[in-house]
């Protein structure tokens, strides 16, 4: 039976030497910024050109928009609209890391965003081994056991997950011993009665609440499984039990306080959302038994957790040591054994509750599934706890200062043996987390001048209008709509400062997203989940061009390719759309389409005047796309030349703007497979004379266009009509399957007399 006399309050530091270690504060410092150098060294190098993770886009622009928010006038932290618009979002579960806001903001203007993160990344690695390493030094743990613990929960494999997802929100373990260390001040300045202590300490104690809030909301449920156990523990033994719950609330109310005015508290009172959370079948387990004695192959993966074999070997040969030597010292008379005793068994059942609640919803055993305590901890938070293995760290944390409390009497005490052993110890942790191997990184977006011209539109009415990028997707931390690519869009909120539709909210209500999957013609369409119904797709555009309104709608043409659209199926639509939409600035793979609605209008869709009077159209080149509509398959480069078949509709589309006057215009063609007859449709009207495409080369063919049909010379609609199309798969040519016509270079407008 444990005596409480035994627990006394100076018993949480054990044998703790009074002389001063600042000299090994900054050895350990130095230490754990090496390895956390050695851990993120490829994001460290590659950190203009990559982010760790999917995710990296969402903490760049979290961070971007604490600042944007603070700096103007009408906005709040808290709630907008700059995502998912036109719909006001409600942030306070969303994961802004705010705590980690005045570090970016200082980094930013020295080294910008990508480099900032980084830096954040790197200090928040640092800090989870050098802090847990002072707590177990402060417990009076071995400074080589102290430092093996801390970098066991630094390099642990589902720390690194965060690192390298950039879970900036979520890879703070360091608030941990740092809760626990404030604590243990309370406690001794309300055993010494020192009541100017007891309140700074109390007053910090809740300022570090705020951070852990400010941080994330999961971690005051970290926290709690740990400093909760603790501070029950050291309020059982106190002489001065009011005092220390009086200091325990004081935190409380500092903590509650900051929250109201400067904290999301007011906006959590406020949040009433339908979200998605997945059934907790369907949450991810440790699999048993790979998941505790190795480290997965894939562990940057959060459907691949694993513990490796380090942390939860160490942990069951430090709970044997401690069971056996406890046998036949029941009796013994209270003292500083005794205590360390007691200390020992609190740690090992602190770090059962998180180790069982991280294996997730069943212990998985051949074909048999065993539940697990997770399931009710599901339940009670309304499936909002998505992660069971998120909790490991703090098993990690318990599992490290109880071999700290075993193992530090234990340790040979001559520095030669000492040295072989701790060293031993730090290359199986190496060796079993793999501390070299890395994660794979995400290429950045690639920067567009054009974003930095948005964001250089400034005042009324540019700061209202919705930037709606193309392939449309959405998503939530419960699920991801459409092409998950198309929602790290978001990161360009950052240059271009807008609202957007495109992004990810950590919890936001499900019908602000849910429309664009299936449900929306215009924003289905646009993802490729939907085929397009022109009629209906052109009253919904014209409707939210001008309600929401939208300044510019961008379409990123790779990733719609790839999602299987036809080549030219948005922007061939979207040229035909010219009382809705202007002419496209073609940037690289980026279509940017300013809106009728833009103050600034549109700039005439005039080619290139290659010489007097002369406009050319380069067909096949980047930048054709703002002329073209429909009926033209990719672009490809045959024997040198740039050019597009033409042959995917009846007709083959252009558009373009043109000084009224009449004009000779000279089209570059060849038939496929045999000649062809070929007419040139302006506005509808077929002009004068019969063409004969040849299939034997590329050759000039050249039509009237009177100036009366020019009329203003706004927005002419040409077309290729061409009396059919063969599909070389079918004739025996090659594997193609595309429907071909005519191959044109280019298009010419001269303009002539008459």
């Known amino acids: 039976m444990i005596d409480r006399q035994s627990i006394s309050s100076k018993s949480i530091t054990v044998d703790t030497p009074r002389r001063r270690r600042w000299p090994l504060y900054v050895a350990a410092l130095v230490f754990f910024a090496l390895l956390a150098f050695l851990c993120l060294h490829a994001p460290i190098f590659q950190r203009n050109t990559h982010g760790a993770g999917y995710d990296y886009f969402f903490y760049h622009w979290t961070m971007w928009w604490i600042d944007h928010a603070l700096a103007t006038d009408g906005l709040e932290v808290f709630h907008s609209d700059y995502v998912m618009a036109p719909h006001d979002n409600n942030f306070a579960y969303n994961a802004l890391s705010t705590v980690w806001y005045p570090t970016w903001k200082v980094l930013e203007p020295l080294a910008g965003t990508l480099s900032a993160i980084v830096a954040i990344i790197f200090i928040g690695c640092t800090l989870n081994g050098f802090l847990l390493f002072v707590f177990l030094l402060d417990e009076g743990a071995a400074p080589g056991i102290a430092l093996i613990g801390g970098a066991a929960l630094q390099v642990f494999p589902i720390t690194r997950y965060f690192y390298y997802n950039t879970h900036i929100n979520l890879m703070d373990w360091f608030w941990l011993p740092v809760h626990l260390l404030i604590w243990k001040r309370v406690v001794a300045a309300s055993e010494s009665g020192h009541m100017g202590r007891l309140i700074g300490w109390a007053a910090v104690q809740g300022i570090a609440f705020w951070g852990l809030f400010l941080t994330d909301l ?52 406020e949040f009433d959302a339908a979200l998605t959370p997945s059934p907790v079948d369907e949450r991810p387990v440790l699999a048993f038994p790979d998941a505790f004695i190795s480290m997965s192959r894939t562990w940057w993966d959060w459907a691949t957790p694993s513990l490796s074999a380090f942390v939860t070997l160490a942990a069951l040969a430090t709970t044997l040591v401690a069971v056996r030597s406890g046998r036949g010292a029941r009796q013994a008379a209270a003292g500083p054994d005794e205590k360390r005793r007691v200390w020992q068994w609190f740690w090992f059942l602190a770090m059962i509750p998180p180790f069982l609640l991280a294996i997730g919803p069943d212990l998985r055993i051949g074909d048999t599934a065993i539940p697990m305590p997770f399931r009710l901890m599901y339940d009670a ?75 250089r539109e400034t005042g009324a009415p540019y700061d209202d209008y919705v930037v709606l990028e193309v392939p449309t997707g959405a998503g939530t931390g419960e699920v991801l709509l459409g092409d998950p690519e198309a929602i790290t869009f978001q990161y360009y909120g950052i240059t271009h400062h807008k609202r957007m539709v495109n992004g990810f909210i950590s919890r936001a209500p499900i019908d602000h997203f849910l429309y664009l999957h299936t449900d929306d013609p215009m924003m289905a369409w646009l993802g490729q989940r939907r085929l397009l119904e022109p009629e209906r797709v052109r009253e919904q555009l014209q409707d939210r061009i001008f309600d929401w309104p939208v300044g510019y709608i961008v379409v990123h043409q790779e990733y719609a390719r790839r999602n299987g659209m036809q080549p030219l199926e948005i922007s061939g639509y979207f040229n035909g759309l010219d009382d809705l939409l202007c002419a496209p600035v073609v940037e690289g793979d980026a279509l940017f389409f300013r809106t009728r609605w833009h103050p600034d209008g549109c700039e005439p869709r005039t080619p290139p005047e290659v010489a007097p009077g002369v406009y050319r159209i380069d067909v096949g080149t980047s930048g054709d796309e703002r002329y073209l509509g429909w009926g033209w398959h990719w672009s490809e480069v045959v024997a040198g030349l740039t050019l597009r078949w033409a042959g995917d509709k009846p007709l083959a589309q252009v558009f373009v703007d043109l000084p009224p006057h009449a004009y000779e215009v000279t089209v570059a063609m060849q038939a496929f497979a045999e000649p062809r007859r070929v007419d040139l449709l302006v506005n509808g009207e077929p002009l004068a004379g019969e063409v004969t495409v040849g299939d034997a080369g590329l050759e000039a063919y050249t039509f009237a266009l009177p100036a009366a049909l020019v009329g203003t010379g706004e927005h002419l609609a040409l077309a290729l009509k061409y009396d059919k199309a063969l599909v070389p798969v079918e004739i025996g040519q090659s594997a193609d399957q595309r429907s071909l016509a005519v191959a044109v270079d280019w298009i010419e407008f001269r303009r002539v007399d008459g």
Request: hydrophobic share 60%; net charge positive; no cysteine.
């Open 381 to 455: 938070t309304g499936g909002n706890f998505r992660m069971p293995w998120r909790l490991a760290p703090v098993f990690v944390i318990a599992a490290a200062a109880l071999a700290a409390y075993v193992w530090t009497p234990r340790l040979p005490r001559r520095r030669a043996p000492r040295a072989y052993a701790l060293g031993g110890a730090f290359l199986l942790l190496a060796i079993s987390v793999r501390l070299y191997e890395t994660g794979p990184l995400k290429p950045v977006l690639p920067a567009y001048a054009m974003y930095e011209a948005i964001g």
């Open 218 to 269: 999961q971690f005051p449920i970290f926290v709690a499984f740990l400093l909760a156990p603790y501070g029950l523990l050291t309020l059982w033994r106190s002489s001065r039990r009011a005092r220390l719950i009086a200091a325990g609330v004081m935190a409380l109310v500092v903590a509650g306080l900051l929250l109201w005015f400067v904290g999301p508290l007011r906006s959590i009172l």
